[in-house]
């Protein structure tokens, strides 16, 4: 089934209630080793998302092998940081490269280049409809599709934008069942690309979007909506999962708590000082996680 976004945007999303989150991520930061002793690529194998990513991670090693051993070798020269804590300036500098390349490179993974709402709808005939029209025209479109989608109020896209522009990156949690997987989403232009911070440690501003949520502001000023849509990698991410990350964009870009969106502003541009915990806290606060853990058997002692 489609995964509709947050409630506050009118679609209602339905998933079930799950079991609660525990407070401890289980992937290092990027600026941290893997593990206290061993080599780099035996930390690495020791990440309980390692065997997802093997498979490319294999394949650096055999096409690159000198870039493969650098990276390792970066890892094992950094000195270890108190969990949550880590200084980001090389991480930081890898997404801004990556960044660059996103307008550039040919999409890879099955993604749509240049993907324009004139693909998707008659804009000029959906001009005539009001903003409801359009927004049930969507909705019915998309809800037999396995994806994420939305019609988000144009005030909303209008902080969600003005705040991308200053702060083009962040950090997110993905609930899993061995603790969290964290993504970073990179904006280039309105489309948000997201990819596994385990992607980008081992292949750098190269690692490939799993994710991509394009929004489409051609409506916003006439009707006051942004449509937005989206395509993932189905090696890596099912619809809730990226419904969940999705959901985030909205959790720390369009706040009114100034608390939770200075953990965007302190990614970009206070690095030094950003704590991956705290985004972990704020995912659990805001009840986004719970909905995607799955269901625990109760204790019977």
Request: proline share 4%; net charge neutral; hydrophobic share 35%.
């Amino acid at each position: 089934m489609a995964g509709p976004l947050l409630q506050a945007w009118g679609l209602g999303a339905a998933l079930r209630s799950r079991a609660a989150l525990r407070p401890l991520g289980l992937l290092a930061p990027p600026c941290r080793e893997l593990a206290e002793t061993g080599s780099g690529e035996a930390a690495l194998e020791e990440n309980p998302f390692y065997g997802k990513y093997r498979h490319k991670i294999q394949e650096l090693r055999r096409s690159s092998p000198d870039v493969f051993e650098s990276r390792m070798e970066k890892r094992n020269e950094v000195k270890k940081q108190p969990v949550g804590y880590s200084k980001q300036g090389e991480f930081i500098k890898c997404m801004e490269e990556k960044a660059e390349g996103l307008g550039t490179k040919t999409s890879k993974g099955g993604f749509t280049k240049d993907k324009t709402l004139d693909s998707i709808l008659n804009v000029e005939m959906v001009k005539e409809k009001s903003a409801e029209e359009i927004k049930q025209i969507w909705n019915q479109y998309f809800s037999a599709k396995d994806t994420v989608y939305a019609v988000i109020p144009a005030e909303k896209f209008d902080l969600i934008w003005k705040r991308a522009q200053k702060c083009p990156s962040f950090l997110y949690a993905l609930p899993r069942k061995e603790g969290y997987e964290f993504f970073v989403g990179q904006w280039s232009g309105t489309e948000l690309h997201f990819t596994s911070l385990i992607n980008i440690q081992t292949q750098g501003e190269t690692a490939p979007s799993q994710l991509v949520l394009y929004h489409y502001p051609e409506l916003q000023e006439e009707k006051g909506i942004v449509l937005m849509t989206a395509e993932m990698d189905s090696k890596f991410l099912v619809v809730h999962e990226a419904q969940c990350l999705a959901n985030q964009v909205q959790l720390f870009y369009a706040t009114d708590r100034s608390e939770t969106y200075e953990l965007v502003e302190t990614f970009n541009h206070r690095s030094s000082e950003f704590k991956y915990m705290s985004v972990i806290a704020e995912l659990e606060q805001s009840g986004l996680g719970r909905e995607l853990r799955p269901a625990q058997v109760s204790d019977k002692s």
